[in-house]
Each structure stands twice: as C-alpha cells, then as structure tokens.
C-alpha cells in the first residue's frame, strides 16, 4: 500500500523527515517496505533557478547565438551562450544550472556541463519549456512576470512539489491502515499530535429533484447502505492536484467524479461507488443476490457467470455492479454523465471475500471490504464525496440521504486486567500511560478500577477483540525498544518444541538425496483416471473424482507418485537427458469408506546409466542395486536397522521388494513393469521406490548411540557358495547374524556367477565376511571356528555347496 507524505500532512502536522515517520509506523506495526520520490514532472525542476538577463549582445563566431550574463543569486554572474531568438537584457528567465539533468519533453535526458561553445565559455543554459518537460513548445526561451529573487528555485514558481511516497507492507490484521487518515491516526498517538479531518459542515441538501428509492433485501451481506443522487454535474478532466495525489500512489485519473471516489478510498479507507443515474431504471437501486449463473459484463468488459452468493447492486430491470468489488459496463460515471447516484456502503467481508475470490478479482475496494471497514464512516464519507463533487464537477444535492443501517454494529467490549497487561508485556506500564495510548488509538476506557477496566474498541478496529489485542495495541504505541531486557530473562512454554520436526527432516533427507546426485521435482496433485485402470495394485474405486475438472488428463486425484513420475521422465528423455535421478515429496489421495484420506510419500526414480561417458571409467545401466543402495542408506540415515524383506507383490513391478518395518510395509522398490512405462510413453528401464513418508518420520530416531572404534584389527575371510536362485542375499544376512552377531561386523558380496559351470536353478555367491572383537584381537582359532559354524548353518538351512 502506497501512502503519499504530502496528503498525509493534509491531516496531521509532520516536520519530522521521511526517515523518521519510517522508523515510527514500522516499530508500531505499519512495516515500511520502501521510499520513493515522486515528482510532477520528471526530475522535479531540480538545480533549475529563477534569473536576470543582465546583459545580451551577438555571439562574435556565430550569427544565430548570443552572448548572456545572467544574474542566478550567486555571487558571480554566470556567463551563458544561448541560441533563442526572444532573450534579451532583463528578462526573468529559468536557468539550468551546471550539474542539473534536465528532461526534454520526447528526448533522452541529458546533464548541464561547463562548455566552451565556439570559442566562448557557457555556464548553464536559458531554458525553454520544453527543454524542461513543461510543454512542447520551442519557439522561444521562457520569459516569466515575477517579482520572486534570482536563484529561487524554479519548482517554487511554477508551483511544484516533490512527493515522497511511502510504501507500506500492511499485514491482513490491519485493516485500520488501509487509508491515509488510518496511517495518521498512528501518528496521532505515536508524536502526540491532533489529526485533523476535513470538515462536512457546510454540506446542505439543495433540493429533491432525484430522489432514488434504495431497498436492501440481503442485510447480511449489507449490514449498512448509505447514498445520494446529485444533478447537473459537469465530468470532466480532474485539477491538477487531485491528479498529482493520484498519481502518487500509482493511480491513473479518469475523470473528476470517479477521482473523487477514489481520493475519498484512500483518504479516508471508505470505498464508494458513483453511478450514472439515468442508468438507474425506474429510479429504483436494489441491494441483494441474483441466481446461480446469472451474466453480467464487468467494467473490463469481460461476461461473468454469478453465483449465488455475489451480492449485487441493481436497477428495477438488471445488475449494475457486484457489491464492494467491481462496476458493470452499463452504469459508470462516462464524459457525458451529469446525475450522479453516490454510493457508500458498508459490506460483509465474508461475502466480498468469497466473491473475490470465485472471479479473480483484486481491486482497492475489495481489498478493504474484505479485510473489514468503518462502518459507522459511511454518511461521513459520503458527504466528504458529495461537497468535493459540487466544488470540482458543480450540480446540485438532489435528494435527502438515503441510510439504511438495521441492525447498528455495535463496539468491542474487552476486560483487560493490570496485572495481565504487566505480565504479558514484562514490564510495568503506568496506568495513565495505558490510559493516554488506548484513548489516543479511539479505544474509550470504562469502569476503571485499580485492577483494570473495560476498553470500549470501535468496530472499524477488526483486530482488537480480546484481552491480548488491548495488550498488543499498548504496546506497540509504548514501543519494544522501550521495554527494558532482564539480564536473568528466561522463557516458559505451554508445550514442548517437537522433537521430530518433519520439515527438518525433510531438509535433511532432501540433503542426502541431493548429495547422492538426486534432482527434486514437484509435480501436480491432479492426474487422469486412465493410469488407475488394469491395475490390480490400484483400487480404482479409491478415485477422488474432480467435479468441475479441466481436463481428462486432470479429472482425478493422484492415488501413486509413479505416473507423473514416469511423465517427467519422459519429457526429459526426449529433450535428450536421459540419466535420470530424480526424486518428490507428495501426497496421495484415496476414497476409503466413503471417507477420504491424503498419504505422504517418497518417490524415488532412477534410469538410464550410471554415469556419463568417461575415459577414465566406464558406463554401465542403471540397475536394481543402485537403488536398493540409496535406499538402504536413508534407512540408515533414519537409524533404521532392524527391517525385514519380502518379494513384492505388485503389477505395478516387474520385480522388486518390499522392506517391513515391524512388520508393516514402509518401501516398495524395484524395476518398473514395462506396461506401467508405457502407459507414459516411457521405453526404458525405470526404477522405482514408494517410501510411506509419514511412517519413515515416525521411525526417526532422534536419540543415538556413540561407541568408539575398535582398537583391535578387522579380519576378512570369504567364501563362495552354490545356492538355489530363489534364495536372496538377505537370507544370507540374517543366518550370518543368527549363528554369529557379536564377531559378523559386515557382509558383502563381490561376485555373483549364474552359467553353465552350475546348475542351471544355481547361482554362485562369493561373499566377504567382516569378523571383528571389540575386547581383544581375533585368534585364527576362533576365526575358524566362527567360519566352520557359518558355514555349517549355510549347508543345513539353504542347502549351500561351499566351494573351497
């Protein structure tokens, strides 16, 4: 929100320099963003003064120059070589001085330099007024009729005023602010200063020529409406200082009556709305809601479907305007409009909100209505409107004004204790202070007792509603570097911090998947029933369907991450990147039980090859074990070591494993089937894991245990078995640990051979086992009999053939 400094000095006295009103509305919650200078003509008239031709003759090395003094308030004249046929002795002219950057109207801007121009030295330069932005003429110098001393500042004759704008980050709570008087008001009682509002005494109604009949049916969504008509007005271009505060804060001017409006909004944070009255059909204006679906074309010139609950501002016959949020085509204030019907309503917020919203429309009034207005400013504002009217347009009131307000919104009536304020502060607060603050911000003190009071808020004040708010309001007038930090301060919560805390988690696994050459992709929510279809491993009655889908391709909810997985993956394979890593944090979403239910997951995708093409090692394809690898490095990662493994049973895989964590499945991953792929128009080979994120973060160990190494030397035996094929490695791991846990430190397997030297239902192992003692260094006799009793439990259990 843009506030211009020089309308704010229109309600309250400010001496104090931008910087310093900065630091003030920021430290009492009115955050500043930013500063900038706004001028009526580019540069503001900057380094340009007021001067006196002394003298004037011909230039001797140039027929068509002249030879100047020119008198500019300094000590010296300033000699000027000037190429205008009017100069002459004794003429007030305006002068660019050397340094000044002057912005010729159609031309780039340039900078006045010290020159010597054929021979002869200039020193500034007599200005034309399109030289200096004024106009387009160039016929001549500007010669002008003052009396005002040479070297005034030229901005001060032509009555120009730079303006500092200040742009405020106004937070939705605070809706009070939304104004330039709402902005004042924190002043007032920040500098102890009056605010002063324009007056509306002299309003007086003229005659009854236009009287308009109001009815509001919807008092819901329009607690208050208040209007009045006005005849003979004259539209037309707006003076220039309504254009000037306008432009200011970013607004373009259309006219002098919806200008006027405009001003009113952010002068006083009171949106209205001006009508041309002969729109008006049987003089008749109606407040309520039209039915579902109803067409009506905005000022943008764009056909909207209604809904049911957009309230809407009509004539006997049709709409005319959608309350508090945007005009309609047929009824604005145009260049040959002279009745007006002036609106100043108060609004639902709820109502405006949701309206806004279903329409896509942000506008300065909605943006106000929606947050929560003044209603008790309504009649106020309106004659503030109607007497800026009669003096820039003329016509005439024309009829009495029209105020419809049922049911009055009444104050907030809080209970506020000392000692609470005291507490919640940390600091004692002298009551005369909390008395001075609270009835400075308009909130009214009763029933004052040595234990507290009752504060009397008034409504336009959404935000203060409870005991809390009266505090906060204390004290951020009193001010947080006012409040003195105990050397012994400590704090005390209600809860305890979470010691999982699964955004942090997520950054750390984001971390590790990044550092294993992972890239993250976020992909949409929405999905196309199609992927659900033959797919045993989806239920397709868990669908969440889309009633006002977009599409067919997104006319359901995601039950897997797969296929929009796979859809990256192929866009990426036809631009040519074709070793893929990729992974995403998402949700799923089913229909259980008539209930619906949102997961959290992990994908996990890998394809192509391992590596790109190097001399110095070679490639090879992506296989299963290079995600098994990762996947059982986030285990590890999690402090998850006590898992068991299944084959999977899914037709979403071509093969793969399911990895139980107390017996309740926390990953699926293998190779994708080949029909799933396709259903994305993926050829190769992708690999996949679908990781139950929540599960995973609930198994997040958060509490670890450090043992130092080992002072004694790790041995390595290996050994080479034949099994059956249906036997994993896994099973291999956990007999090791059965017959040894204490000494087995690690497994690994370094060869596998399946050919026509075995059995055709054989493969051949080649295992490394890891013996370590924590106490002592390991014997060859104890290391042989570890080895003889691992062995004899592969031979009994998996029908090893231990090659030696």
């Not at 109606?286 to 209604?306: A, C, Q």
């Not at 990426?572 to 997961?599: A, D, M, P, W």
């Not at 084959?647 to 979403?652: P, Q």
Request: glycine share 6%; hydrophobic share 35%; aromatic share 8%.
């Amino acid at each position: 929100m843009k506030i211009s400094l020089n309308w704010l000095k229109e309600y309250i006295s400010l001496n104090e320099s931008t910087d310093e009103i900065s630091t003030l509305l920021t430290a009492s919650g009115l955050e500043v963003e930013g500063l900038e200078e706004v001028d009526t003509v580019p540069g503001g008239l900057r380094g340009l003064v007021i001067g006196e031709v002394l003298t004037s003759e011909k230039h001797p090395n140039a027929d068509k120059l002249s030879l100047t003094t020119v008198d500019i308030g300094t000590e010296e004249a300033s000699p000027i070589v000037c190429g205008a046929p009017n100069v002459a002795a004794g003429q007030k002219v305006v002068v660019a001085t050397v340094g000044a950057r002057l912005y010729p109207a159609g031309h780039e801007p340039f900078v006045i330099k010290k020159a010597k121009i054929r021979g002869e030295a200039s020193r500034g330069m007599i200005c034309a007024e399109d030289e200096i932005g004024l106009g387009n003429t160039h016929e001549g110098i500007m010669v002008l009729d003052t009396d005002l001393p040479n070297g005034t500042p030229a901005a001060k004759y032509f009555d120009m005023e730079s303006d500092q704008v200040i742009e405020i980050g106004l937070t939705p709570n605070r809706a009070d602010g939304a104004s330039h008087v709402g902005v004042a008001r924190d002043l007032k009682v920040l500098l102890n200063r009056p605010l002063t509002l324009p007056s509306v005494d002299s309003f007086v109604i003229d005659n009854h020529d236009r009287e308009i009949k109001v009815s509001v049916e919807n008092t819901e969504a329009c607690p208050r409406y208040s209007s009045l008509t006005m005849t003979n007005v004259e539209v037309k271009e707006s003076p220039d200082w309504l254009k000037q505060r306008l432009q200011a804060i970013g607004i373009n001017p259309t006219n002098n009556v919806v200008d006027i409006t405009n001003y009113v909004l952010h002068s006083l944070g009171q949106p209205m709305h001006a009508f041309d009255a002969d729109a008006i059909t049987a003089d008749q204006v109606i407040v309520k809601t039209m039915p579902e679906g109803s067409k009506f074309t905005t000022l943008d010139e764009k056909e909207r479907n209604l809904a049911a609950r957009d309230l809407m501002i009509c004539n006997a016959e049709e709409g005319m305007c959608i309350a508090g949020v945007f005009g309609g085509t047929k009824s604005g204030v145009k260049n040959n409009t002279t009745n007006v019907f002036l609106e100043s309503a108060y609004f639902s917020p709820a109502y405006i909100r949701k309206t806004a919203q279903v329409h896509q429309l942000k506008t300065d009034a909605s943006f106000r209505y929606e947050r929560g207005t003044d209603p008790n400013i309504t009649v106020y504002a309106l004659k503030y409107a109607a007497l800026l009217i009669k003096e820039l347009a003329g016509g005439q009131i024309s009829s009495e004004i029209s105020d419809i307000y049922p049911e009055p919104i009444a104050d907030f009536e809080v209970n506020v204790k000392y000692a609470n304020v005291t507490r919640l502060i940390g600091q004692e607060i002298g009551k005369d202070r909390i008395s001075e603050i609270l009835t400075g911000l308009d909130i009214q003190l009763e029933n004052v007792t040595e234990e507290g009071f009752k504060a009397i808020v008034p409504p336009y004040r959404v935000d203060v509603q409870r005991e809390a708010d009266i505090v906060e309001e204390i004290l951020r007038i009193y001010g947080l570097n006012n409040i003195t930090i105990d050397e012994h301060l400590s704090s005390s919560f209600l809860s305890e911090f979470t010691q999982k805390d699964p955004d942090n988690i997520q950054k750390e696994t984001t971390r590790l998947l990044a550092g294993a050459g992972f890239n993250e992709i976020v992909t949409n929510s929405l999905t196309k029933d199609g992927y659900t279809k033959e797919i045993n491993a989806i239920d397709e009655g868990q669908n969440v369907h889309i009633l006002n889908y977009l599409s067919e391709d997104l006319n359901v909810m995601r039950q897997d991450l797969l296929f929009h997985g796979l859809e990256v993956i192929d866009r990426n394979i036809k631009r040519r990147q074709q070793n893929l890593s990729l992974f995403e944090f998402g949700s799923t979403y089913h229909l259980i039980n008539q209930k619906y239910v949102e997961r959290s997951r992990l994908a996990l995708f890998i394809t192509g090859e391992n590596r790109s093409e190097h001399w110095l090692e070679p490639k090879r394809a992506i296989h299963f074990h290079d995600l098994s690898a990762i996947v059982l490095r986030l285990l590890n990662k999690f402090g998850i070591d006590q898992y068991d493994t299944a084959d999977i049973e899914s037709d979403l895989f071509s093969y793969g494993i399911t990895i139980r964590v107390n017996k309740k499945p926390l990953v699926q991953l293998g190779k994708v089937n080949a029909n799933q792929s396709q259903k994305a128009d993926v050829k190769a080979e992708v690999f996949y894991a679908d990781i139950d994120w929540a599960y995973l973060c609930k198994l997040y160990q958060t509490e670890f245990t450090y043992k130092p190494l080992s002072k004694f030397p790790e041995v390595k035996r290996d050994l080479s078995l034949v099994i059956d094929k249906s036997i994993k490695f896994e099973d291999i791991r956990k007999l090791s640990l059965k017959y040894e846990r204490n000494l087995v430190n690690r497994i690994n397997v370094f060869d596998v051979y399946e050919g026509d030297k075995i059995d055709e239902n054989k493969k051949a192992y080649a295992i490394s086992f890891y013996l370590q003692d924590q106490e002592k260094t390991l014997t060859d006799k104890v290391i042989d009999k570890t080895m003889k009793r691992l062995m004899g439990g592969f031979e009994r259990e998996l029908g090893a053939i231990i090659r030696k």
